[in-house]
């Protein structure tokens, strides 16, 4: 079985200050890893994902994330937080392979980004 | 805009009743995910179908059902509903390649966010 935890439920950064989400991820098999984000009564929207390859992904609006596979984490980060980053945001992970792509998420990290 | 259409947005109904929730996929997506999202669950994975044919089940209750027509949008049936069934309903969908090496993404509806009174 998968499993996603997001230490935190809630952080506040100012605004200008660097972001970072962390993310723990346990799969028996090589997994995919994402962040979503929720803004306020909206859907979920991918920043970014990993598969295989570079470990470092670029996502949109800025963040960035890394797979480290001996730490089984997937922190997102971004440099300077802008109040639009004000949302929650969810890591997921999923299997490889197959067609089965369901994702298991975590319980979601509340951003607040203070003026 | 991720392209996943939910209708309804909004919906109120009582204890004991049955709805349906109703997803359009991205055009050329051939596979929808349900997900509940509720504030002491979380996220939930329901159900997936694939080409009109369920492939997985998640923690979907016996009183929940879904289907996937032929033109591949989704709906989602709840019935016998209780106070605990209140949350939001998420569709996602995406192109299923299929094969060991395969990768996929999940571009997610709105949601129909469901309030049981």
């Known amino acids: 079985a998968q499993s996603v935890t997001q230490l935190g439920s809630h952080v506040s950064v100012s605004e200008g200050a660097l972001v970072l989400l962390r993310c723990n991820y346990s799969s028996s098999v090589p997994p995919y890893l994402f962040w979503y984000v929720q803004y306020p009564n909206q859907g979920l929207q991918l920043l970014l994902k990993?598969?295989?390859?570079?470990?470092l992904v670029k996502g949109i609006n800025g963040f960035e994330a890394e797979f480290k596979k001996s730490e089984t984490s997937f922190h997102l980060t971004k440099p300077s937080a802008h109040m639009s980053d004000a949302a929650e945001y969810f890591c997921a992970v999923s299997k490889s392979g197959g067609s089965n792509y369901k994702l298991t998420f975590g319980k979601g990290t509340l951003l607040t980004v203070n003026p | 805009d991720s392209g996943v259409t939910q209708t309804p947005k909004h919906l109120i109904t009582a204890t004991g009743q049955r709805v349906t929730l109703r997803c359009s996929p991205r055009?050329?997506?051939?596979?929808v995910y349900w997900y509940q999202q509720s504030l002491d669950q979380g996220l939930q994975f329901l159900i997936q179908y694939y080409n009109g044919e369920e492939r997985a089940k998640g923690n979907i209750l016996e009183r929940f059902s879904a289907q996937q027509f032929p033109d591949l949008h989704s709906e989602l049936n709840l019935s016998s509903l209780e106070l605990g069934d209140s949350a939001l309903y998420f569709c996602a969908s995406s192109v299923v390649a299929g094969g060991p090496s395969s990768t996929d993404t999940q571009y997610f509806g709105p949601g129909t966010r469901l309030t049981v009174l």
């Open positions: 055009s050329g997506d051939l596979s």
């Open positions: 990993y598969t295989t390859g570079a470990t």
